[in-house]
C-alpha cells in the first residue's frame, strides 16, 4: 500500500466505536504504515498522532476515508535516510578514465577529466545533484579570471550513498583550446560538491580551456556525481 493521509471528525470516530481508539491501532500493529493529519478526542484522552500503523483496522470498521498523499508527502525524507555528504568529510582526487592529456593538447576538441569523490569521514552519507566547478588563473593582486562550467541537463541525477571509504565520481566536459582562442588557462579547479556551500580545490592539470561561459550552449560542463 502506498503512503496514504487519513482525514475524518474526531466526534465520528468517538461515537461509532466505544472502545477507546488506542485498542483500534493496536490491532492494527501489522498494518500498512499511513501518515496521520489529525488528533482523536477518545475516554481516554486526546492523542496527536503524527504516525501510526491503524490503516486496515480503521477502514475496515468503517472509520476513516482514504485519499491519496499530496504530493509533497511523497518526498518527504525517511527518517533513516543519510545526511548529505559534507565538503570537510569529502576527498577529491583526478581520476583515470578521462580523455584530457596532462599540459592540454594544443586542440579545440572537447575532452573529458574524471574526479573521484571519496567518503573519508565516519558515517554514511549521500551525494545528489552536480557539483558547481569553477576554474581560476591569475592571483588577487594580478586579477583573477575564472570559468565555471555548465551542468550536463542531458544527464539526471540520482542519489547515491557512500559508506566510510566509499567512492563515487562525476565527469568534467570542456574544450581544450590554443593560444590563438578566447581560452583561460586554469592554476586551479574550484569544486563544490552538491548541497554544500564549502569549496576544495585541485590543481588543474589539464591545459588551456576555451571561454563558454556566455555562450548560449556551452560546451564547458559538469556531469552529476554517480557510482
Not at 483500534?24 to 486526546?46: I, K, M, Q, Y
Not at 535516510?81 to 579545440?108: D, F, H, I, V, Y
Not at 581560452?183 to 585541485?202: C, R
Request: aromatic share 6%; net charge positive.
Amino acid at each position: 500500500m502506498g503512503l496514504l493521509v487519513a482525514r475524518e471528525e474526531t466526534s465520528h470516530l468517538v461515537r461509532a466505536h466505544p472502545r477507546p481508539a488506542a485498542r483500534l491501532f493496536l490491532e492494527a500493529a501489522d498494518a500498512p504504515e499511513v501518515t496521520a493529519l489529525f488528533s482523536v478526542d477518545t475516554h481516554c484522552g486526546r492523542y496527536d498522532m503524527p504516525r501510526f500503523h491503524a490503516a486496515v483496522a480503521l477502514v475496515s470498521a468503517g472509520v476513516l476515508t482514504l485519499t491519496a498523499a499530496p504530493a509533497w508527502a511523497a518526498h518527504q525524507p525517511s527518517a533513516t535516510q543519510a545526511p548529505a555528504c559534507r565538503t570537510s568529510a569529502l576527498s577529491l582526487a583526478w581520476a583515470s578514465g578521462g580523455t584530457a592529456k596532462t599540459g592540454g593538447t594544443n586542440t579545440e576538441d572537447q575532452v573529458t577529466a574524471v574526479v573521484s569523490v571519496h567518503n573519508s569521514g565516519s558515517r554514511t552519507c549521500v551525494l545528489r545533484g552536480y557539483p558547481k566547478v569553477t576554474l581560476e588563473m591569475g592571483t588577487e593582486t594580478e586579477g583573477v579570471k575564472t570559468e565555471t562550467f555548465a551542468r550536463q541537463s542531458s544527464h539526471k541525477p540520482r542519489t547515491v550513498t557512500l559508506k566510510p571509504g566509499g567512492t563515487a565520481r562525476f565527469t568534467l566536459y570542456f574544450l581544450a583550446g590554443k593560444r590563438s582562442d578566447d581560452i583561460i588557462d586554469p592554476g586551479v579547479a574550484v569544486i563544490t560538491p552538491p548541497a554544500n556551500t564549502a569549496s576544495k580545490q585541485l590543481r588543474w592539470l589539464w591545459g588551456l580551456v576555451q571561454v563558454q561561459e556566455a555562450a548560449t550552449h556551452p560546451l564547458n560542463y559538469a556531469g552529476p556525481v554517480v557510482r
